[in-house]
């Protein structure tokens, strides 16, 4: 796999490429112009590794699959061990009971924060939706996961209000602002390991926007992390 983590501007990360932890209607917009439900708890998936793959320059799609839709979304590369206590990791009915980090915690273990995409495949996961099965063809294929690099979480003073956008030839298709995420984002690594260890390496998908859309063959996109980092790419 040739995918690395990056820092903004090239420079390798000493991280390994771990798994994607992704987020699913985390924007209200974005759930209703899909005609789901507003969740009442993080709806989470996951990505493989070879999910990822490079934003900058270009990346491709699935060929003959359908629609493959753009979700713009901001990324947490995780640079430690995140996990509850040993004594929290028993089994039980009630997940009200179960332990989480603390929110100090949470925000140490970031190490950078950048954008990515979460290709879709639309008509694959609207079929797979409604025979009750899981996403992962529809959301987890080699490639679905282009990442942008990173900047050091240290640049941000306040992760609760980070805005981003996507153009896509010119013409902006989606705004997000992480202040109007239904659970933010030192909320999401606190609930995600109450099940879920994360491991440095590890990137969490923070959720998309309303504007999610099919990309074509030849679009050119241009994405801006709040006004500290801007990318550009295009799709083969």
């Given at each position: 796999?040739?995918?690395?983590h ?6 390798a ?22 005609g ?7 709806i ?33 590369l ?30 140490a273990a ?6 990515g ?22 959301k ?41 995420m239904?659970t ?35 679009d ?6 709040a ?10």
């Amino acid at each position: 796999m040739d995918y690395q983590h990056q820092w903004y501007g090239g420079a390798a990360t000493n991280l390994p490429v771990g798994k994607l932890v992704c987020v699913g209607r985390n924007y209200a917009a974005h759930a209703r112009e899909l005609g789901n439900e507003v969740p009442d708890a993080p709806i989470i998936f996951l990505k493989p590794s070879t999910s990822a793959v490079a934003l900058e320059s270009e990346f491709p799609i699935p060929v003959g699959q359908g629609e493959c839709h753009f979700e713009t979304e901001i990324t947490l590369l995780i640079g430690q061990s995140l996990l509850v206590p040993a004594q929290s990791n028993s089994v039980t009915k009630d997940i009200t009971a179960l332990q989480e980090v603390s929110a100090e915690q949470a925000r140490a273990a970031i190490a950078g924060v950048g954008l990515g995409l979460d290709l879709t495949l639309r008509e694959k996961q609207n079929e797979l939706k409604a025979k009750g099965q899981p996403w992962e063809l529809a959301k987890a294929f080699d490639g679905s996961a282009p990442l942008s690099g990173f900047l050091p979480v240290t640049d941000f003073s306040d992760l609760a209000a980070v805005e981003f956008s996507l153009s896509i030839n010119g013409e902006r298709r989606q705004s997000g602002d992480s202040a109007d995420m239904i659970t933010d984002m030192i909320a999401l690594l606190q609930f995600i390991t109450r099940y879920i260890t994360l491991l440095p390496g590890d990137v969490v998908m923070t959720g998309t926007p309303a504007g999610v859309a099919a990309l074509h063959s030849g679009d050119t996109l241009t994405l801006q992390l709040a006004d500290l980092a801007t990318w550009k790419t295009r799709v083969l």
